[in-house]
């Protein structure tokens, strides 16, 4: 069962207005989910205290909404509050992810679920970019799109073909016919390469090195970015990367640069390493920890820098949820 929110403002408080602004959002509920009757289990409205010459849930009733349970709730009087202002929430069995639905103005209410968001996170090799975005993704039931699996799972092309990440001419004519997809299954992103689930296959230091090594080509760049705006164009997401704000999703919603020193992310690397079975030396991980960062932040091709409209977020002696919660306040702050 999932729950779909919504809500719609009138012109003014008259029966005629609150019928025909019910019946519009809640059709438009059950188009944007695909929702037949029976699928609907409950329809529970709240509406603000400017608004008392018809009860909403009656409405819906006189909509032809007929086979669930209906409820209707008066709002406290609320200084700056949103005027002449009706409330939905819509319990439906359906199994796939919720669409709201915020017309008239009503938009302003819940941004961060009734607009498209895209939220670029950047930041050095170990900073908990991917782990924090993964975690936002899930509070803001967003799309989570690691853009550096992409990048990855170029170098696993490369290095199956035998080619060398550094040799530019070599890298295009493999990756000119190879296809690379990001698909959101039940919230985990998994990357493909020409069909294949390579999701695991791509997480080893060497490709993590060459990945980084290959994403300095421009052709490389064009295609992977191209594949990411189109991405972002279609759904609410979160992208994180090292060239997120500045290259890839320059007039991104938000923006935010996590970082930390080279020790503390060389040791947490060094702990993940050991969790998927990777028993490589901290002084080891250390060294390409800064190696990365050096080919990063020198490379022609869209380098790691911070976007001058980044917040900066220093994860160093914070946990990823304390880093998420930072960084949904922030957002939160603005919408």
């Known amino acids: 069962m999932k729950a779909i929110r919504g809500a719609t403002t009138v ?5 005629k207005e609150i019928k025909a602004s019910v019946k519009e959002l809640l059709e438009k509920i059950k188009d944007a989910n695909g929702l037949a009757e029976e699928n609907i289990i ?8 400017d608004i008392r010459s018809y009860y909403p849930a009656k409405a819906a009733r006189e909509a032809g909404f007929f086979n669930c349970a209906l409820y209707s709730s008066l709002e406290p009087e609320i200084n700056g509050a949103l005027k002449l202002c009706i409330r939905v929430m819509v319990l439906a069995e359906i199994g796939k992810d919720a669409h709201h639905v915020y017309l008239h103005g009503a938009e302003n209410l819940r941004k961060d679920i009734s ?12 900073s908990g970019k991917s782990t924090v975005s993964k975690i936002i993704a899930s509070k803001l039931n967003l799309l989570y799109l690691d853009t550096g699996a992409m990048y990855r799972a170029c170098a696993l092309a490369c290095i199956r073909a035998n080619v060398a990440c550094s040799d530019s001419e070599s890298v295009k004519n493999i990756l000119k016919d190879v296809e690379i997809e990001a698909k959101n299954v039940g919230g985990v992103q998994l990357t493909y ?11 080893t230091p060497e490709i993590s090195m060459q990945a980084s090594v290959v994403s300095a080509h421009e052709y490389v760049r064009v295609k992977m970015v191209e594949l990411q705006r189109q991405i972002a164009k279609n759904n609410s997401c979160i992208l994180d990367g090292r060239d997120i704000g500045t290259n890839v999703l320059p007039n991104a919603d938000f923006k935010f640069y996590l970082t930390a020193s080279d020790e503390v992310r060389a040791e947490r690397r060094t702990i993940e390493n050991r969790e998927k079975g990777i028993n490589q030396p901290y002084s080891e991980v ?24 980044a917040i900066e977020v220093d994860t160093g002696k914070m946990n990823a949820e304390e880093v998420a919660e930072y960084v949904l306040k922030r957002i939160h702050e603005r919408i």
């Open 11 to 15: 012109l003014k408080d008259s029966a």
């Open 115 to 126: 607009k498209r968001l895209n939220i670029a996170i950047d930041g050095p090799a170990g």
């Open 286 to 309: 250390l060294q390409e920890i800064k190696q990365r960062d050096k080919q990063d932040k020198t490379r022609k091709i869209a380098p790691l820098i911070k976007a001058a409209n």
């Open 193 to 203: 390469l020409n069909g294949e689930d390579v999701s695991e296959k791509i997480r």
């Open 42 to 49: 409950c329809i529970m409205f709240s509406n603000t205290a």
